[in-house]
């Protein structure tokens, strides 16, 4: 999904999905929470493992 503000919880680390979805971050977020809001969704918070296993979220209107 497209325009998706993410962000690491308690942190000022953010960044916004590109048009096909994806994402990164120029710093190490490993083992902790993102997360991710959008316009017409709920948001979402995932608990990140490692950065370099994908992730897939799944929102609901």
């Known amino acids: 999904m ?3 503000n993410i962000w690491v919880e308690n942190e000022e680390k ?3 999905s590109a048009l096909d979805g994806t994402f ?3 710093q190490n977020v490993q083992s902790q929470t993102l997360i991710f809001s959008a316009i ?3 948001s ?5 493992l490692s950065n370099n ?3 897939p ?3 609901s209107l």
């Open 44 to 48: 979402k918070s995932v608990m990140v």
């Open 24 to 26: 990164s971050f120029d």
């Open 40 to 42: 017409g969704y709920e």
């Open 2 to 4: 497209e325009y998706v």
């Open 14 to 16: 953010g960044t916004t």
């Open 57 to 59: 979220v799944y929102f």
């Open 53 to 55: 296993s994908p992730c």
